[in-house]
Nanobody, 125 residues
Framework: QVQLVESGGGLVQPGGSLRLSCVVSGFTLNYYGIGWFRQAPGKEREGVSCISSSGGTTYYADSVKGRFTISRDKEKNTVYLQMSSLKPEDTAVYYC??????????????????WGHGTQVTGSS
């Protein structure tokens, strides 16, 4: 049974940092890319970052380049999203997801077959 469980969200002041975790089970990170997405109230879900199964390919949305870093620990079956210099507009529910096909990753929601339930990130002022 494929499962993805996010954690690490919370309330953070502008300029602060958070690290999100996505613990996966039911498949191996050796074969599937993982993406991070977010959805703010009243907006569509958007791709934030992804990492391929080899770890050799990563993607970042323009809005987070230079501030967010994706990484993974295959031993722990976990993918991380380190978020720094957070802005109020980063407020959203953050989801991790597994690609439908092997190896690659994408910023497009349609490419993903399994999703976690999300973790809330709220920027305070």
């Amino acid at each position: 049974q494929v499962q993805l469980v996010e954690s690490g969200g919370g309330l953070v002041q502008p300029g602060g940092s958070l690290r999100l975790s996505c613990v996966v089970s039911g498949f191996t990170l050796n074969y599937y890319g993982i993406g991070w997405f977010r959805q703010a109230p009243g907006k569509e879900r958007e791709g934030v970052s992804c990492i391929s199964s080899s770890g050799g390919t990563t993607y970042y949305a323009d809005s987070v380049k230079g501030r967010f870093t994706i990484s993974r620990d295959k031993e722990k079956n976990t993918v991380y999203l380190q978020m720094s210099s957070l802005k109020p507009e980063d407020t959203a529910v953050y989801y991790c997801a597994r690609m439908a096909r092997f190896y690659s990753c994408s910023g497009a929601t349609r490419e993903y077959a399994y999703w976690g339930h999300g973790t809330q990130v709220t920027g305070s002022s």
